[in-house]
């Protein structure tokens, strides 16, 4: 029989929108895709000379279960670099991405049963793997006005004694917000000596304004995870990491020895060269994507749909879609399929993300002005509010 954890696992939406679009592309459709969270360019060339160069040397073997010296070492420069926070290389555990670090560190942290600190909307998996893992999500709603952060008295309500950690996210997957540094010293605060902060700095880089701000500089109480997809185009490349606090690194290995045995030996090579020899091509990707972000925010808005906070991190920008459906399930699915245009339904996010559209930047210009020109015609021939 089928087990009642996989039964329950809810599906992840946005990949059903995206699998949907896909069919429709078979069949001859034109999807322009705004859903999901994936960079449209190409990845950095030093990078992919750096993984050709540890072929051709042979590097393909396992590596030590904490990840290769040197790119545990390059991580912690960068670190200080640019949060000036010291971080030993020894309490780096290098993963297949940042999805798999959420396994070690749920695994590392809770026991079934015990509970960690949500917001209300959320990344849909961070509920998903916890659950799967026999966590349980303790939700503190986050309101559009306050930029979906949390609000101090809010999270002191909810830390209970069976409440283990505490999940940030920043810059916010599905908002685009960027928490300030007063905000994050908040969290820490409420949290110090009661509970972990778990902070998924997986978009750090991808900001415009105000630089965003690491967990560390606030607590060395806290678990980062953090990886290369997002900001140097990697997403299939599956590498990440996490930064622990020390007493946690040897369950983090014995889970990770027996669950994947290292992260890809070539890809790590590769990981290095990100984080050391990207820094024009990353520069590039970020300016274009601000110039996406002020055209969307700016056409999201000419429809009627409502940001009251301007995101400045990631690609997306997080909308009320309030006045165009109750339903951003179903609302998603009719934009898809009578204008050929890919959205991700808030509902996916939380059920205080109902109401919300996510539209995602990570296309081209051209691309988003031909989506946006297509849903503002059938936002105009649809005409009215759902029923």
Same mark, same amino acid.
């Given at each position: 029989?089928?087990?009642? *954890?996989?039964?329950?696992?809810?599906?992840?939406?946005?990949?059903?929108?995206?699998?949907?679009? %896909?069919?429709?592309?078979?069949?001859?459709?034109?999807?322009? %895709?705004?859903?999901?969270?994936?960079?449209?360019?190409?990845?950095?060339?030093?990078?992919?000379?750096?993984?050709?160069?540890?072929?051709?040397?042979?590097?393909?073997?396992?590596? %030590?279960?904490?990840?290769?010296?040197?790119? *545990?070492?390059?991580?912690?420069?960068? !670190?200080?670099?640019?949060?000036?926070?010291?971080?030993?290389?020894?309490?780096?555990?290098?993963?297949?991405?940042?999805?798999?670090?959420?396994?070690?560190?749920?695994?590392?942290?809770?026991?079934?049963?015990?509970?960690?600190?949500?917001?209300?909307?959320?990344?849909?998996?961070?509920?998903?793997?916890?659950?799967?893992?026999?966590?349980?999500?303790?939700?503190?709603?986050?309101?559009?006005?306050?930029?979906?952060?949390?609000?101090?008295?809010?999270?002191?309500?909810?830390?209970?004694?069976?409440?283990?950690?505490?999940?940030?996210?920043?810059?916010?997957?599905?908002?685009?917000?960027? =928490?300030?540094?007063?905000?994050?010293?908040?969290?820490?605060?409420?949290?110090?000596?009661?509970?972990?902060?778990?902070?998924?700095?997986?978009?750090?880089?991808?900001?415009?304004?105000?630089?965003? %701000?690491?967990?560390?500089?606030?607590?060395?109480?806290?678990?980062?995870?953090?990886?290369?997809?997002?900001?140097?185009?990697?997403?299939?490349?599956?590498?990440?990491?996490?930064?622990?606090?020390?007493?946690?690194?040897?369950?983090?290995?014995?889970?990770?020895?027996?669950?994947?045995?290292?992260?890809?030996?070539?890809?790590?090579?590769?990981?290095?060269?990100?984080?050391?020899?990207?820094?024009?091509?990353?520069?590039?990707?970020?300016?274009?994507?601000?110039?996406?972000?002020?055209? =969307?925010?700016?056409?999201?808005?000419?429809?009627?749909?409502?940001?009251?906070?301007?995101?400045?991190?990631?690609?997306?920008?997080?909308?009320?879609? *309030?006045?165009?459906?109750?339903?951003?399930?179903?609302?998603?699915?009719?934009?898809?399929?009578?204008?050929?245009?890919?959205?991700?339904?808030?509902?996916?996010?939380?059920?205080?993300?109902?109401? !919300?559209?996510?539209?995602?930047?990570?296309?081209?210009?051209?691309?988003?002005?031909?989506?946006?020109?297509?849903?503002?015609?059938?936002?105009?021939? *649809?005409?009215?509010?759902?029923?």
């Amino acid at each position: 029989m089928i087990s009642v *954890r996989s039964s329950r696992l809810p599906p992840f939406y946005v990949m059903e929108i995206l699998e949907k679009a %896909h069919e429709l592309e078979l069949a001859g459709a034109h999807v322009v %895709h705004m859903e999901i969270g994936e960079p449209d360019f190409d990845t950095p060339e030093p990078v992919k000379d750096a993984v050709y160069l540890a072929l051709k040397q042979g590097k393909t073997q396992y590596t %030590h279960s904490l990840g290769i010296p040197p790119l *545990r070492e390059a991580i912690a420069r960068h !670190y200080f670099e640019r949060y000036g926070v010291e971080v030993s290389p020894d309490n780096i555990v290098v993963t297949n991405g940042t999805s798999p670090g959420m396994v070690l560190v749920f695994s590392a942290l809770m026991d079934p049963g015990d509970e960690l600190i949500l917001s209300n909307p959320c990344y849909a998996c961070y509920p998903n793997i916890l659950e799967f893992m026999g966590g349980v999500p303790r939700y503190v709603e986050v309101l559009e006005e306050d930029g979906f952060g949390y609000r101090p008295e809010a999270l002191e309500e909810k830390l209970a004694p069976g409440v283990k950690g505490v999940m940030v996210n920043s810059p916010s997957n599905p908002t685009g917000n960027v =928490l300030s540094a007063d905000h994050m010293r908040s969290v820490a605060e409420v949290a110090a000596g009661r509970a972990f902060v778990i902070s998924d700095e997986i978009y750090h880089g991808l900001v415009y304004g105000e630089r965003e %701000h690491s967990m560390l500089e606030f607590t060395d109480r806290c678990f980062i995870l953090n990886g290369f997809s997002k900001l140097y185009a990697m997403t299939g490349w599956r590498l990440g990491y996490i930064i622990s606090p020390p007493e946690f690194v040897r369950p983090l290995q014995k889970i990770q020895q027996n669950l994947m045995i290292c992260a890809n030996s070539f890809v790590q090579w590769a990981g290095i060269a990100a984080l050391e020899e990207t820094g024009d091509y990353v520069t590039e990707m970020v300016e274009m994507y601000d110039r996406r972000r002020k055209f =969307l925010l700016g056409r999201v808005r000419e429809m009627g749909f409502g940001v009251t906070v301007d995101p400045t991190g990631a690609f997306y920008v997080f909308a009320n879609a *309030r006045r165009f459906t109750n339903d951003t399930y179903r609302f998603c699915l009719e934009v898809l399929e009578s204008a050929g245009v890919a959205l991700t339904p808030g509902i996916d996010f939380g059920s205080a993300g109902e109401g !919300y559209v996510r539209f995602s930047y990570a296309n081209s210009i051209e691309n988003l002005e031909l989506g946006t020109d297509r849903l503002e015609q059938f936002i105009r021939e *649809r005409g009215g509010a759902d029923a």
